[in-house]
């Protein structure tokens, strides 16, 4: 259909401005499209079209030079012109036979025009015809596109769309979930099925490896299989889902892209509908999965037949327990309501669980207020899982081009690894130590294994961490609160880099005699043998320590020991 919207060589020479027109070389391309009439007498030309432009002339620029000439044409060739009209007059009296081979050598209609004939009513004539045809041709696809937005709300959505699709390009269609079965209309037999699809799926790796050319650039055709293959990539929540390739014999054009980008958006659309129904059936037939983080769930076949064939077949399974939190969903600046609170949990499952597929992980999610539980579950069941669950995490980082997510504050806590499912409850367990030390870490994503000491420091026993705190950290603590000084971070950022003075002086921002005088005072409250190693060590602890509890209740707690190395 969009075929007849174009404006080629052939027909603009059977319109009345051309009548005594005669066409002395390059028959070859008289199907060539033509885009617009342009004047063009000078031969530095090459910024000056885009390519599809009819080019009109007088022979001014030629200087009655053949070789001149040919090169004029040759930029006009290169520069992919639709065709040269030259005027019979003053400045050009024949053609060339040098223009002529070349013109013939290269399919490029070379026309001659009598002097009679006006170059104003030429552009007049065409530009009007052009100019209509386009409107007609947007016409046309907001037509086809309010049809395949109709059709993604009936049975067979996407097999429907393609049926449309097919009938406004009259093109070979393959549609190519990245998770599920290829659809090709109007079908094929088995060998040409694969072979079309070995040549798309090739071209789609190409597409993805290809750096983006940004969202305006028209995407450029394949060839492949004696066929030029134009694809589309469908893509939900800054993730692809799927491809759309449409195979021609013919050079595509503007109107087969834009169908295929719409009918490409009304299958997004259809897939986010599904998959949104999907996710809240999901949850509602998961809720052992609750039960099982809770430790409620113990038989472990029946677990296993929860999980579902595909992850039976291993022997041995790859299981962390992830827990995302949003802290701020119910902050009164987002001004959600609980209907839209609802609908960011289910957009951020749904995001999640495609980034977690993508990376090789089978998710099962439970949702409690402003927290979700997955139990990612490794389905390549081979090594560096943690490195893929981290990318996985690190991909998080796309929310910010969510518009329904971008504001969102999360906070993620990871369990260790288990191969049992009896085991997924102490994953769980890990899961939410990791993430009440959040905000000690300051890091994204904070897995169990990697707290080091204070997985010692999360057990839930307070009121021994203070006094503990208290017993090493006091005297620093009251003498920061009555001067309103800042020795505890000297000491911390002392300790942490091995006692080195140069390097605590250039982390603290200070001259090193300053230092000096801090690690005096220091020592005056401490002791003088703070920096033995077992004293040290209990002191680094503390700091730890001191990081977990409210300020305002770890730094009022009486002064027991003031100083525990006398």
């Not at 980034?355 to 081979?382: C, Q």
């Not at 950290?473 to 000297?490: E, H, I, M, N, P």
Request: hydrophobic share 40%.
């Amino acid at each position: 259909m969009g075929a007849d919207f174009l404006l080629t060589v052939r027909e603009a020479l059977k319109r009345s401005p051309f009548a005594g027109a005669r066409l002395m070389a390059g028959a070859g391309g008289l199907d060539r499209q033509i885009r617009w009439v342009h004047i063009l007498e000078i031969s530095t030309l090459e910024n000056l079209i885009y390519g599809g432009e009819m080019i009109l002339a007088t022979g001014v620029g030629f200087n009655l030079d053949t070789a001149h000439s040919v090169r004029y044409m040759e930029k006009l060739i290169q520069q992919n012109a639709a065709c040269l009209c030259i005027e019979i007059g003053p400045y050009f009296h024949a053609v060339p036979e040098e223009l002529r081979e070349l013109a013939d050598r290269c399919g490029f209609p070379l026309i001659l025009l009598p002097h009679s004939i006006r170059f104003v009513d030429i552009t007049q004539d065409l530009h009007s015809l052009i100019i209509n045809r386009h409107h007609r041709t947007l016409r046309e696809l907001e037509s086809i596109s309010r049809e395949f937005h109709r059709l993604t709300l009936t049975a067979n959505g996407t097999l429907n769309v393609l049926k449309l699709l097919h009938k406004s390009t009259s093109t070979q269609l393959i549609y190519r979930p990245l998770n599920g079965t290829p659809v090709c209309y109007p079908p094929l037999t088995a060998d040409k099925q694969d072979q079309l699809l070995a040549s798309t799926d090739a071209c789609f790796k190409e597409q993805e490896a290809a750096p983006s050319a940004g969202a305006d650039t028209v995407p450029k055709p394949y060839f492949a299989a004696g066929s030029q293959i134009v694809l589309q990539s469908i893509g939900v929540l800054n993730q692809n889902w799927a491809y759309l390739a449409l195979i021609c014999h013919r050079e595509p054009v503007e109107f087969d892209y834009l169908l295929l980008d719409s009918a490409a958006l009304s299958i997004a659309q259809e897939l986010l509908r599904t998959r949104y129904m999907e996710e809240r059936k999901l949850f509602s037939e998961n809720l052992w999965v609750d039960e099982l983080l809770n430790n409620r769930l113990t038989d472990e076949k029946q677990v296993k037949a929860m999980l579902g064939p595909s992850l039976n077949r291993y022997a041995e399974l790859y299981i962390r327990v992830c827990l995302i939190e949003i802290g701020n969903l119910h902050d009164e600046s987002l001004q959600l309501q609980e209907t839209d609170a609802e609908t960011i949990r289910y957009h951020l499952s749904l995001l999640l669980r495609s980034i977690f597929e993508k990376h090789g992980f089978r998710l099962f999610l439970t949702m409690k207020n402003n927290r979700l539980a997955a139990i990612a579950v490794d389905k390549k069941n081979s090594g560096k899982a943690k490195a893929r669950l981290q990318s996985a995490l690190d991909a998080l980082g796309s929310l910010r081009a969510d518009d329904k997510l971008r504001d969102l504050k999360l906070a993620v806590g990871v369990g260790k690894a288990y191969s049992s499912l009896s085991q997924v409850y102490m994953s769980h367990r890990e899961a939410v130590q990791a993430l009440a030390l959040h905000s000690c870490f300051r890091k994204p994503a904070l897995f169990y294994e990697d707290l080091g000491v204070f997985q010692l420091l999360a057990l839930n026993d307070t009121e021994t961490l203070r006094q503990f705190v208290r017993s090493y950290l006091g005297a620093v603590l009251d003498y920061d609160q009555a001067k309103g000084s800042d020795l505890l971070t000297t000491l911390r950022i002392f300790l942490d880099h091995d006692g080195s003075k140069q390097v605590a002086a250039q982390k603290l921002f200070i001259v090193r005699q300053s230092l000096y005088y801090r690690l005096e005072k220091l020592k005056e409250l401490l002791g003088e043998d703070f920096m033995v190693p077992e004293t040290r060590l209990a002191i680094s602890v503390a700091l730890r320590a001191h990081q977990m509890l409210p300020p305002d209740r770890s730094d009022h707690i009486p002064n027991r020991i003031k100083n525990p190395s006398g």
